[in-house]
């Protein structure tokens, strides 16, 4: 038992260990904005695109994808009359795509962002749901890896319980932690 | 050397282990919702509370009024870039809780405060509570004490990502399974991150 639960933590733990400095490092990013600036490097272009391709965003968008190299996740569609505009969006590039149909031409902004600004996007990334193949393995990986965390920790209770001399001391911090913890999260809930 | 890494990466487990466990539910419920758009949103409860709108006063200082008027928990007084105008030209903002969000908007007319009250459940309580960081504003003792124990546990997971591999390569770094989980969470990792830039 001892040696199968030291093994899982071991194994899930080098597994998870570089999406987990990833989240610690992403947080560390968002929480202190003010410690790191990241300002996005934009340039622009235009390409021509016929009238049969761009029935709408989402056919102007594949168009893009497959002759110039754009990938990423629809959003943001807005319809006009002369036209639409949406954005295809990467953890590292965004792409501001606006289509009018007089010119049959899509004005794109592409915007690529350093490596903080990438680690807060890939912070955000979650759920199988997305378009974008891409979106939906590191939504997997955040599933894994999470669930990782959930067997990570009650490996590690246990682990550490197997330890004589470490269980009066740790006893203590388990108890500060619950203590501090639990209460804050109840009296939150309570109290709205 | 490797003795004290153990006992650090042990002790700072045991700190933060409400909160791991919070990380945890939170990332693998996540997984399995459908897109933010698509969430079932329940209805808010709508109440009403009286309050006359005193003359001469900006925007600002009208819900900075309203937010003294109505106590709402663990809320702050609302920022300027959360003023707006609804579709009927009536001044609202939104009060931002761990519990969910209150929308307040002054119908000025009537004299009285139109509050939604869109309560989350226990799965966006913990997102909430995660995202709620040192940065969140906050005069509730509770907010405070929760947004210090969520930047320990910040610095305490990049500590724990860092021992954790130094603890398995001071002592077991033979072992050919963990190199081979090391190299397939390191490596996709490496290739996620290569192709979504």
């Known amino acids: 038992m001892y040696r199968w639960l030291r093994n899982t933590h071991l194994f899930l733990g080098v597994f998870s260990t570089t999406f987990v400095l990833m989240y610690g490092l992403s947080s560390v990013f968002m929480a202190h904005n003010r410690w790191f600036t990241d300002k996005p490097r934009t340039s622009e272009s235009r390409h021509a695109v016929p009238a049969e391709a761009a029935s709408d965003a989402r056919s102007v968008a594949r168009h893009l994808m497959e002759r110039n190299g754009m990938g990423g996740e629809i959003r943001q569609i807005n319809v006009r009359a002369d036209g639409f505009s949406f954005v295809l969006a990467r953890p590292g590039t965004f792409h501001e795509v606006t289509y009018s149909r007089p010119a049959a031409e899509a004005r794109v902004k592409r915007n690529v962002v350093g490596f903080v600004a990438i680690m807060r996007r890939l912070h955000h990334i979650a759920g199988l749901w997305h378009d974008d193949l891409i979106m939906n393995l590191w939504g997997a990986l955040l599933g894994v890896v999470s669930f990782g965390l959930i067997v990570l920790s009650l490996t590690g209770l246990y682990l550490w319980f197997k330890i004589h001399q470490e269980r009066r001391i740790g006893v203590v911090l388990l108890l500060v932690n619950l203590l501090y913890s639990l209460p804050l999260i109840v009296l939150m809930r309570m109290d709205s | ?197």
């Open chain 2, 1 to 197: 050397m490797t003795a004290l890494i153990k006992k650090i990466h042990m002790y700072l487990g045991l700190l933060s282990l409400t909160i791991l466990l919070v990380f945890g539910i939170i990332g693998t419920a996540e997984t399995f919702m459908p897109a933010y758009e698509n969430r079932p949103r329940p209805t808010p409860q709508v109440s009403y509370e009286n309050f006359t709108v005193p003359a001469n006063q900006t925007d600002e200082q009208v819900l900075h009024g309203a937010w003294e008027s109505l106590k709402l928990p663990m809320t702050s007084p609302p920022p300027r870039f959360t003023i707006r105008r609804d579709g009927d030209k009536n001044l609202t903002t939104t009060f931002y809780t761990p519990n969910g969000y209150t929308r307040v908007t002054v119908l000025e007319k009537e004299n009285r405060l139109k509050l939604e009250d869109h309560r989350n459940s226990w799965v966006q309580y913990f997102n909430s509570l995660h995202a709620t960081t040192i940065r969140h504003p906050a005069r509730d003792l509770r907010i405070t004490l929760w947004k210090l124990y969520n930047e320990f546990s910040v610095w305490t997971l990049i500590l724990m990502s860092v021992t954790g591999p130094y603890l398995w390569l001071a002592s077991r770094p033979g072992h050919r399974w963990a190199q081979i989980f090391f190299g397939a969470g390191t490596g996709s990792f490496l290739v996620l991150y290569l192709v979504s830039r």
